[in-house]
């Protein structure tokens, strides 16, 4: 299983403030994930990346960016909140199996509420 | 059409019954296929996880996968007011690509 922390756990905050979630995972996944979701709502992917200095957009259009300077590090930045920002955003990194070929394991997540 | 196609539910047994979870996918290339489990306000947590045709057990829980129907199941014995949750489905495509259907909410009533 993967260690996957996300920092912080729930923020409020006000429009147009500048934001970062954290994620960090210590068990060397080259591949993380960004997801959205809304409360009772399916995953949607935002963001993912298969090793350093790699990110693509994800199939959710978003107004979020990321980097990827450390394999333990993926940090998600909002240049500006809005309301429409609130969600819950789940990080998860990727571990290879034997057979299954790879699964995902999901951080704690962060409830944002933009007000 | 989606990648994954799960029933929304809700799904209610009582407890001590057997809850069936199914799941389509599309993609016939699809390489694996995995149950998560999500409690409301929680994130998914990975059950089981299948690649072969036929079954799977741990514990409770069974995953059925039968790639020529493109259908994946998942079987929870005994079931317990603890396993009321939404339950994800997850293939796997190559390209290491995830896709997740939109849950089934399982409800075992006491």
């Known amino acids: 299983e993967a260690d996957i922390y996300q920092t912080p756990r729930y923020l409020v905050i006000g429009t147009g403030k500048k934001i970062t979630l954290e994620c960090s995972q210590t068990m060397g996944h080259d591949k993380m994930y960004w997801y959205q979701q809304d409360p009772g709502m399916e995953l949607h992917l935002i963001h993912y990346?298969?090793?350093?200095?790699?990110?693509e957009k994800g199939d959710l259009s978003s107004e979020s960016t990321v980097s990827r300077i450390r394999t333990e590090h993926f940090p998600l930045t909002l240049e500006s909140a809005r309301p429409s920002h609130t969600s819950q955003y789940l990080c998860?990194?990727?571990?290879?199996?034997?057979?299954?070929?790879?699964?995902?394991?999901f951080g704690p997540g962060t409830r944002l509420l933009v007000l | 059409q989606k990648e994954v196609e799960q029933n929304s539910g809700p799904l209610s047994v009582p407890e001590g019954a057997i809850a069936s979870l199914n799941c389509t996918y599309s993609?016939?290339?699809?390489?694996?296929f995995f149950w998560y489990r999500q409690y409301s306000g929680k994130s998914p947590e990975l059950i089981m996880f299948?690649?072969?045709?036929g079954d799977k057990e741990d514990g409770r829980f069974t995953a059925q996968l039968n790639k020529a129907s493109q259908y994946v199941s998942l079987l929870i014995r005994d079931s317990q007011p603890s396993d009321s949750a939404t339950y994800l489905c997850?293939?796997?495509?190559?390209?290491?690509?995830?896709?997740f259907g939109t849950g089934t909410s399982l409800t075992v009533i006491p």
């Open positions: 993609d016939r290339g699809s390489q694996s």
């Open positions: 997850a293939v796997l495509v190559i390209g290491n690509q995830f896709y």
């Open positions: 998860a990194s990727s571990e290879y199996l034997q057979g299954a070929g790879a699964t995902q394991y």
């Open positions: 299948i690649y072969s045709n």
């Open positions: 990346s298969y090793g350093v200095n790699s990110t």
